[in-house]
Nanobody
């Protein structure tokens, strides 16, 4: 069983930056894609960014140019660098893992492995 643990959330002013981390442990497969989703109060969970095992990336339009996803395969850790944060970025951010990047890009699924979430709050 794979466990994902997020860290790095917090409170930041608009225009500020945060870096989220997600460490995987347990029976990880040899290769897997990782991604980030977010869920704001009263809204559905939505895709934010994903990265394949080999480093291909994909972002939702609203974060392009502001967020950067990266990974360190040796550490089984994926990162989300968030710059120029806006109040509308406020949400619980969830790390996810799946077999391929496309399955993450297609949206949240119960078959994904999920972390417990970390709160990101951006004040105006």
């Amino acid at each position: 069983q794979v466990q994902l643990v997020e860290s790095g959330g917090g409170l930041v002013q608009a225009g500020g930056s945060l870096r989220l981390s997600c460490a995987a442990s347990g029976r990880t497969s040899s290769t897997y894609a990782s991604g980030w989703f977010r869920q704001a109060p009263g809204k559905e969970r939505e895709f934010v960014a994903a990265i394949s095992w080999t480093g291909s990336t994909y972002y939702t339009d609203s974060v392009k140019g502001r967020f950067t996803i990266s990974r360190d395969n040796a550490k089984n850790t994926v990162y989300l660098q968030m710059n120029s944060l806006k109040p509308e970025d406020t949400a619980v951010y969830y790390c996810a893992a799946s077999a391929t990047l496309n399955t993450l890009v297609n949206g949240p699924r119960s078959s994904h492995r999920w972390g417990q979430g970390t709160q990101v709050t951006v004040s105006s």
